[in-house]
Nanobody, 123 residues
Framework: QVQLVESGGGLVQPGGSLRLSCAAS????????MGWYRQAPGNQRELVAR???????DYADSVKGRFAISRDNAGNTVYLQMNSLKPEDTSVYYC?????????????????WGQGTQVTVSS
């Protein structure tokens, strides 16, 4: 079983910063990629940033230059440093991980999702 535990959300004023964390745990063989998505009320879930096991990154155009994604040395925790936050960044942010697990019958690879953490940017 894989668990993705998110933290770091909260209320911040425009121009402020937040750092989101997501820790993966369980019977993990490898984590191929981790990323952050967000979904505001009435909107579809969209990719914010992702990072692969080799360190390559991808960002939504709306956050380029403001957000930075990174992983710890073990590769089981992903961070999203959010700077110069704007009201339009307000959303529920979801951690995503593409993970290979081991089972008695072999390895399985699939996407896993965290429960989401609220980020609110407001004066």
């Amino acid at each position: 079983q894989v668990q993705l535990v998110e933290s770091g959300g909260g209320l911040v004023q425009p121009g402020g910063s937040l750092r989101l964390s997501c820790a993966a745990s369980g019977s993990i063989y490898s984590i191929n990629a981790m990323g952050w998505y967000r979904q505001a009320p009435g909107n579809q879930r969209e990719l914010v940033a992702r990072i692969t096991s080799d360190g390559s990154t991808d960002y939504a155009d709306s956050v380029k230059g403001r957000f930075a994604i990174s992983r710890d040395n073990a590769g089981n925790t992903v961070y999203l440093q959010m700077n110069s936050l704007k009201p339009e960044d307000t959303s529920v942010y979801y951690c995503n991980a593409f993970i290979t697990i081991w089972t008695w019958t072999g390895r399985q690879t699939r996407d896993y999702w965290g429960q989401g953490t609220q980020v609110t940017v407001s004066s």
